[in-house]
């Protein structure tokens, strides 16, 4: 039976200089392996810093009240040893959707692999749409 929650695998690197690589689709012979890996899957990495400043500004556009996340991610932002850890992280989009089926994810976290093991990638972490695996946003009466 196929899973009704989303997934979505996300990976971190160990450097600056390769996370700004990866960041900017650079063609560095040493990111080939991960982005061979990409292609083959239809991924593109988006840096989570800069998911977190695009939340934040679309929050202040649009009004933090429909936001649950908006505290949290602005004090992220602005906290530079979380800056410089998020700036390491990749969240991986399959076919423009930031969520996709288990079966994607599974084989997505399979071929990223190895690179744990080359030391391009420190860390394939999985998420799914599951709120009991999430924290979820402290809900705030309204009056």
């Known amino acids: 039976m196929a ?4 997934y979505q695998v996300r990976f971190d690197v160990n450097d600056s200089a390769t996370a700004e690589s990866v960041g900017r689709k ?4 040493a990111l080939a392996p991960l982005f061979n890996i990409l292609a083959k899957h239809r991924a593109a990495p988006k840096c989570q810093f800069d998911a977190f400043v695009e939340y934040v500004a679309a929050a ?4 933090i009240e429909n936001y649950p996340l ?3 991610t602005k004090a992220t932002i602005k906290n530079p040893a979380n ?7 990749f969240a991986l ?3 423009d959707r930031e969520i996709y089926a288990k079966e994607i994810a ?24 599951n709120p009991a695996n999430n924290p979820q946003p402290r809900q705030v009466p309204r009056d």
């Open 70 to 72: 908006y505290q949290w």
């Open 26 to 29: 650079l063609p560095a012979p």
């Open 3 to 6: 899973s009704h929650w989303q």
């Open 83 to 89: 800056k410089e850890k998020y700036l390491k992280s």
């Open 106 to 129: 599974d084989a997505l976290e399979a071929d990223l692999q190895p690179l744990t093991i080359s030391g391009l990638v420190t860390r394939i972490s999985k998420y799914d749409t």
């Open 93 to 95: 989009y399959v076919d």
């Open 60 to 63: 202040e556009e649009h009004g």
